[in-house]
């Protein structure tokens, strides 16, 4: 009888150890998932910020007259910045399956692109606006998404 009962306390303890070491380890997975997550919305977001601002340089050079090497460099940088927003897209796209905050993503990257297309200042700045809506009802919606 107590070799019985020592066994079936062992097998027990086995039990609820396994039990807490799984718990243990889908605590750290969804975290682990949550930093990703964070990490590449974030990303994304710098670098989406960094490709408006470098949209502006090359609407100036153009209106300035500049159309030497000062444009080509500012177009160069624009194209550079527009590289890494869209790496910055794809790791957006490997760490969540929501298609709906890809899309969010797509149309933020698409709204900053066409800045490129300004004819006037004014243009410029209704563009950039549309730029920085499409980007901040992204972070919206990632925020939602990490934290559910």
Do not use: C
């Not at 990303?43 to 601002?53: C, G, I, K, N, P």
């Amino acid at each position: 009888m107590a070799v019985a009962g020592t066994l079936l306390g062992s097998f027990l303890t086995f039990l609820f150890q396994r039990r807490a070491a799984d718990r243990a380890e889908a605590f750290a997975w969804r975290r682990l998932i949550r930093e990703e997550r964070l990490a590449a919305v974030s990303s994304f977001a710098e670098a989406v910020v960094a490709y408006r601002r470098a949209q502006y340089d090359p609407f100036h050079r153009r209106t300035e007259g500049r159309n030497g090497p000062t444009l080509a460099d500012a177009q160069t940088e624009a194209y550079h910045r527009r590289m890494v927003a869209q790496q910055a897209l794809f790791r957006v796209r490997l760490v969540t399956d929501d298609q709906s905050l890809v899309q969010l993503a797509e149309e933020a990257l698409e709204a900053t692109r066409l800045m490129w297309d300004a004819a006037d200042r004014p243009s410029l700045e209704a563009r950039a606006d549309q730029a920085k809506q499409a980007l901040n009802e992204f972070v919206l919606r990632a925020g939602k998404h990490i934290r559910s």
